[in-house]
């Protein structure tokens, strides 16, 4: 084989690994360069030609000719009877350049110089790669199921980019086949070595967010803002929206008439219960909607625990927690307080800390995390309610209610 058409030969690369033809040639003039060091201790003396128009690539040494018996570097220097050989009327002190077959720089050479080659390509194309989505943090984003394994799900762009939609960035209740398009926001953009690892999710705010934009014209055009938006991936979603335009309801806007606006992405979402609130910068109002749908009787905010008490009726207690303590929970990271629900209008009532040395501090935080703290308003639910809505196990439960029934039955 006296020379090698290697543009043609790779250009799989070029139409598969999006790598234009003059890169490619870059490329492989600098992976030439590093055999020739390696064989022959220096490139400096080669002149290296590729040829676009005809795919193909030739390699010319430079040496002085000196006389025979007198070489002290065979990469640099050539003897005169050997220059001969090439043209017969060289003299000493001349310059010869003799072309170099791939052939001669032997069959290992060629073997590594064609794994360097496609590292080279690959490496550029990993650094393309993440160039293109470094800067797309938090962009919408939709590619198709390529492979589905345990853990992740591996998707496919138009563009053949890997992208990986992992376990914890699903929504509990997605359920995707091969073929399927998924939507998300790119997440994370990362390095690994040299591949590039782009990460989907579906569990970020931030994917709600740009749903609201995608499907909420005055959201798109600015007139419409979130102001935050928090979720339990699934279950619940709040999001405080606002607009400068006193024309504008923007709670209205984003839900439609009869929810036909936001019935959309619920759907995406796995029929995630969503509400919005009208952002406001009274503390006191926007805690009390973000409470929603219970009424509040009156609340203290202490700035600087970052707590408040919420005082409302018996009835109103479940609706303030909600199912699972969903509302409670997302209320409290919409506003950036911790929520401490409080019944007003409870007679005999005693507050769980009162119970410290029969109940564990552990359990008793456990309960007032999900806005229980008094001991009927525990005794109000049933058993198979609290062990969902705290995790706590059956048996704990069980012995918390025998506990706080002897309490009133004494």
Avoid at 35 to 52: A, H, Q
Avoid at 130 to 147: I, Y
Avoid at 163 to 190: A, C, H, S, T, Y
Avoid at 318 to 326: C, F, L, M, T
Wanted: hydrophobic content about 40%; charged content about 35%.
């Amino acid at each position: 084989m006296e020379n090698l058409a290697l543009i043609d030969s790779f250009s799989e690369f070029k139409d598969e690994k999006l790598i234009d033809r003059v890169t490619l040639m870059v490329i492989l003039e600098e992976v030439f360069r590093n055999t020739l060091k390696r064989k022959f201790g220096s490139d400096e003396n080669f002149d290296i030609i590729i040829n676009p128009d005809k795919g193909d690539l030739e390699i010319w040494r430079n040496r002085i000719v000196v006389k025979d018996g007198e070489v002290e570097d065979s990469n640099q220097e050539i003897e005169l009877k050997e220059a001969h050989k090439i043209e017969p009327d060289f003299e000493v002190g001349e310059d010869v350049s003799e072309e170099v077959k791939l052939i001669d720089l032997g069959r290992r050479s060629i073997q590594t110089l064609r794994q360097n080659l496609i590292s080279k390509i690959f490496e550029h194309d990993s650094t393309n790669t993440f160039n293109q989505f470094k800067d797309r943090s938090g962009e919408l984003f939709t590619a198709e199921v390529h492979h589905i394994r345990n853990r992740e799900i591996i998707l496919l762009d138009d563009d053949g980019n890997e992208i990986i939609l992992p376990k914890d960035r699903q929504i509990p209740n997605d359920f995707f086949r091969k073929g399927d398009n998924v939507r998300g926001v790119i997440d994370l953009v990362e390095l690994r070595g040299n591949k590039p690892r782009i990460v989907l999710s579906r569990t970020s705010p931030v994917f709600l967010e740009k749903l609201f934009e995608q499907e909420i014209p005055e959201v798109f055009d600015g007139l419409i803002t979130i102001k935050k938006a928090v979720r339990i991936p699934g279950e619940k979603a709040k999001v405080a929206v606002d607009s400068y335009d006193d024309r504008i309801d923007p709670v209205g806007a984003c839900v439609g008439m009869k929810g036909s606006r936001i019935h959309g992405i619920v759907r995406e979402l796995g029929n995630e219960n969503i509400d919005v609130i009208n952002y406001t910068n009274n503390l006191q109002l926007f805690i009390t909607r973000a409470l929603s749908p219970a009424k509040i009787n009156s609340l203290k905010i202490d700035e600087d625990t970052k707590r408040v008490q919420v005082f409302l009726n018996p009835d109103e207690v479940s609706k303030a927690i909600g199912r699972g303590g969903h509302n409670i929970r997302l209320a409290g990271k919409l506003t950036g307080y911790e929520i401490d629900v409080y019944r007003e209008g409870v007679e005999e009532d005693v507050e769980l800390t009162e119970f410290t040395d029969e109940i564990d501090a552990w359990v008793i935080e456990e309960f007032k995390k999900v806005g229980l703290d008094t001991a009927k308003s525990i005794l109000e639910l049933d058993i198979a309610d609290l062990i969902k809505r705290t995790d706590l196990e059956e048996e704990t439960v069980k012995e918390v209610f025998k506990i706080l029934n002897a309490e009133f039955e004494e």
